[in-house]
């Protein structure tokens, strides 16, 4: 299990660039392009929707399929008490926390069933002014799609539990609280990042 949790972590680490071998992840064409509503059929089923609880406070996030061994992606930011884990059908299930990466806002859970996959595409391939898409769950309504632009490339953030994150993409697809953990894919439908922080004039997000 510890294996698993660094490889993962490692692969997201190196720039979210996710096109090397995961297990049973499929091949992304490099040539192809989708309409928002085939990568929504085809990427929704493989994100989930996180609850859980701090200081009595409700807490939102989202996260996604890695592999086929039901490990789960998201952001630690999002965990808390009393955390569930809401899967595409609407079962409800509480995850085992393998292990997290504070310095990334990484962590890994394990759910006992196997999500579908996405695809892995490779974020060192985005261009500024390409098409990309977020799915999430914003706000606790419930897995939702919105869509954008690559804004820019090897951004760097404080967010507000002061963690310093670098070589971030940026993008003007809507987020919102709840979006964190969720995943962002390009326009050919795959999965080249994770949503995870927002720039706010008034540090509430």
Known sequence: MKNILQSSILALVAALSIGTGTAAAQACNPYAKAEATDVFSASSSAVV?????????EL????????NQGHIVTNVHVLGQNTTVILANGQRVTPEVVGVDSN??????HVPTNGALMAHGNSNALRVGEQVYAIGN???????LSRGIVSGLNRSIETTERRKLANLVQT?????PGNSGGPLIDQRGCLIGMNTAILSPSSTS
Do not use: M, R
């Open 49 to 57: 929707a996180i609850e859980s609880t701090n200081g009595g406070s």
């Open 104 to 109: 990334f806002d990484i962590a890994i859970l």
């Open 138 to 144: 914003p706000y606790g309504v419930g897995i939702s």
């Open 60 to 67: 939102y996030g989202s996260g996604f399929f890695w592999d």
């Open 172 to 176: 003007d697809a809507a987020l919102n």
